[in-house]
């Protein structure tokens, strides 16, 4: 892992409204609630969540290179569905909905904020 890789993810993770910090991510990582991935530009943080009706493999936190990402996350599609995986999902920006959508990804909900 990179400076660059960790201030992405930094980045990433204010976006999304600052719920948590780097060391959130260490610790659910270290509890194997989570799992880091990095390969080249990419490093990737996923989470393998049970819903009622699927297991899905939740792409937490991305930074890096786009093709690098797209390579590392059709990597972790095999591993999701060896963990018995049977949807993938992703919370992200805006702007991935465009970058994913040739790669199959679709819209699915709207998350939206306000402060108090």
Known sequence: MTEKHLTG???????????HDLSHVWDAVRARKAQ???????????????APNHTELHFWLATGNLDDVIALSNKLFVWGKEMGCDVATLTGRRGW???????????????MARRL
């Open 9 to 19: 993810l930094a980045a990433a993770l204010e976006h999304g409204g600052g719920s």
């Open 36 to 50: 880091l991935w990095v390969e080249g530009d990419a490093c990737i943080v996923t989470e393998v969540n049970d």
């Open 97 to 111: 909905t465009k970058a994913l959508a040739s790669e199959g990804w679709e819209p699915q909900t709207v998350t």
